[in-house]
């Protein structure tokens, strides 16, 4: 008996797999027409037991699930009907190919339908690229025109709240599966670009994988972990796909599930609370832009300060980019320890003076001492976790943990203090750590490790290895 899943019947992904937009054989091409016209056919029986006359991004699941039982019938049937039969391989290559050719995505269905696809580049109709195990590749796939891919940006909009076309742009959206996608339109860009960035959250869901990965040495892991039972305060910097977003959604991972959290985001990326599960007691906020008549609005900031409302042990901004970051620091110190933002920075130093420059941007902080506004930050913020893209010779990029620094809670030259704890050395290609000491931790940072039980000494005897001495 066959087993009632694709999966088991195409088997795990394998790295010989044909890659999307390569061709079929002659016999996997008379099935995909089979198959195809099954799938084509029961979509317009559905069409039209509906109003809507017309696919919309929300029908994927079902049609995933469609093309799912049409391969198992044809599996069925092939042997019978003397059909041809298929391999692993060209079954895998077949249900993406005829998932692509009905969904609304339109031939970027097959590349998302892809695990190994990290990333997808369009620049216009002509140029697809993928970002696959770090490496940027041609992706084998076109589209008509500039007109199909518009229309494959307005259907995964918010129906009615936003449009894309001249007079709007640049947009960004949320996928089903929750990758992001951005677009921008002619004459802003040049050609038309969209930018996916898919989030693969089985692939990192605790510190251990991203050691696993190379992103991390499992000495840091240790001193991670021992933060956030320690609640600690904890900003993550790096560049645009350094990683920040999928090492704050591991983080809050390690926390209890009795304590309550709340995640705010201008776009939902952390999905750390999933239709499928995932960490209980979490409530998602999402940010909002105007509608075409310009009302509706909902801010970051906006939703912080609602956040403080219901009742959080620990709050998460997505994203630090304005006057918000006052907000994620005062959150900071009214009984919320252990909570946490990201922002754009290029060294753990860089890190804390963006985020004096962003508290600054504040309205209620124009004409504050900017002295103030440095020990605000000192003594607020506890962990700086700097992470950028390494991309190793083979032209392979890696994210990995940079810098970890811890701050000291000190003012010097207008600016707060951070002692450098460990950093990622590019020559040699391996972390090098400060021999840590008992007395070398900041007061606030060992008052709050102590009350939650950490086993200081044992931590210190762990980091002060001569092995791991910068």
Not at 58 to 72: A, G, K, N, Y
Not at 86 to 109: D, I, K, N, Q
Not at 226 to 243: D, K, P
Request: charged residues 25%; proline residues 5%; neutral net charge.
């Amino acid at each position: 008996m066959i087993d009632t899943t694709v999966d088991a019947l195409v088997g795990a992904p394998d790295p010989s797999d044909a890659a999307p937009g390569a061709g079929l054989t002659r016999p996997a091409e008379h099935a995909e027409r089979l198959v195809l016209a099954a799938v084509q056919s029961e979509i317009t029986a559905a069409l039209g037991r509906r109003a809507g006359t017309r696919l919309v991004a929300q029908d994927r699941s079902w049609i995933r699930e469609l093309v799912d039982e049409q391969l198992r019938q044809y599996h069925s049937r092939a042997p019978l009907e003397g059909l041809p039969v298929l391999s692993r391989v060209e079954y895998r290559t077949l249900g993406r190919r005829v998932f692509a050719r009905v969904t609304p995505l339109g031939p970027l269905g097959e590349l998302l339908a892809d695990p190994e696809v990290e990333e997808i580049l369009v620049n216009g109709p002509k140029e697809v690229l993928v970002v696959r195990d770090g490496r940027q590749m041609a992706a084998g796939i076109e589209f008509d025109d500039e007109e199909q891919l518009v229309d494959l940006v307005q259907q995964h909009l918010d129906h009615g709240s936003t449009h894309f076309d001249r007079a709007s742009p640049m947009v960004t959206a949320t996928l089903e599966d929750g990758s992001r996608m951005n677009a921008v339109l002619p004459p802003v860009a040049a050609p038309l670009a969209i930018t996916i960035r898919k989030h693969h959250l089985a692939r990192f869901t605790t510190l251990d994988d991203l050691v696993a990965a190379g992103g991390m040495p499992w000495e840091l892991m240790i001193l991670l972990r021992a933060a956030v039972r320690g609640r600690l305060n904890i900003v993550i910097s790096g560049g645009t796909g350094s990683g920040k977003t999928t090492l704050l959604r591991v983080l809050i991972n390690e926390i209890p599930a009795n304590e309550r959290v709340i995640t705010i985001e201008d776009q939902r990326e952390l999905h750390v609370r999933t239709r499928e599960g995932g960490r209980p007691n979490c409530i998602s906020l999402e940010a909002r832009e105007a509608n075409v008549e310009g009302q509706g609005a909902i801010t970051i900031q906006q939703l912080v300060r609602n956040a403080l409302r219901q009742r959080p042990d620990r709050i998460f901004v997505g994203e630090s980019r304005g006057p918000e970051a006052l907000d994620v620091i005062d959150a900071m110190g009214t009984g919320h320890d252990g909570s946490g933002t990201t922002l754009h920075a290029n060294s753990v130093r860089d890190t804390v003076h963006r985020l004096n420059t962003l508290i600054r941007r504040h309205p209620a902080q124009a004409r504050a001492d900017p002295a103030a506004i440095a020990h605000e930050v000192a003594a607020k913020v506890d962990l700086v976790i700097h992470l950028r893209r390494h991309r190793d010779p083979t032209g392979r990029d890696r994210r990995l943990v940079d810098q970890v620094a811890l701050v000291t809670g000190a003012v010097e030259c207008g600016w707060p203090v951070v002692e450098e704890v460990c950093r990622h050395d590019r020559g040699r290609g391996r972390w090098r750590w400060r021999r840590l000491r008992l007395d070398d931790l900041p007061a606030k940072v060992g008052d709050k490790l102590r009350t939650a039980d950490v086993d200081l000494d044992a931590l210190a005897r762990h980091l002060s290895d001569p092995a791991l001495a910068l």
